[in-house]
Nanobody, 125 residues
Framework: QVQLVESGGGLVQAGGSLRLSCAAS????????MGWFRQAPEKERELVAV????????DYARSVGGRFIISRHNANNTVYLQMNSLKPEDTAVYYC??????????????????WGQGTQVTVSS
């Protein structure tokens, strides 16, 4: 069982920045593909960014490309999401997710096994 705890959410003005963190309770953090998802009110949960086990490969939703950066620190069992140039449409609950499956796609919520409780990000105009 892996527990994921997000932090760093809050209220920010448009154009501002936030850095989300997700701490994982596992000795084998390097075995997990890590992702950030978000869910706005009355919308489906969507992938924001995903990072490979060694951090070398990343992928982003088109809506956040060039503004958000996902990274991980395997020695600290932590994954980060640096969010820059925030827009009101980035307002959502942001979730951290982890999955140990090798050779699988990691693009949808169903592709991830473990989830955090989420952290609220609100961007005011």
């Amino acid at each position: 069982q892996v527990q994921l705890v997000e932090s760093g959410g809050g209220l920010v003005q448009a154009g501002g920045s936030l850095r989300l963190s997700c701490a994982a309770s596992t000795r084998f953090f390097v075995n997990y593909v890590m992702g950030w998802f978000r869910q706005a009110p009355e919308k489906e949960r969507e992938l924001v960014a995903v990072v490979s086990r060694n951090g070398a490969v990343t992928d982003y939703a088109r809506s956040v490309g060039g503004r958000f950066i996902i990274s991980r620190h395997n020695a600290n069992n932590t994954v980060y999401l640096q969010m820059n140039s925030l827009k009101p449409e980035d307002t959502a609950v942001y979730y951290c997710a982890a999955d140990p499956t090798f050779g699988a796609s990691h693009k949808t919520p169903g592709d991830f096994y473990y989830w955090g409780q989420g952290t609220q990000v609100t961007v005011s105009s």
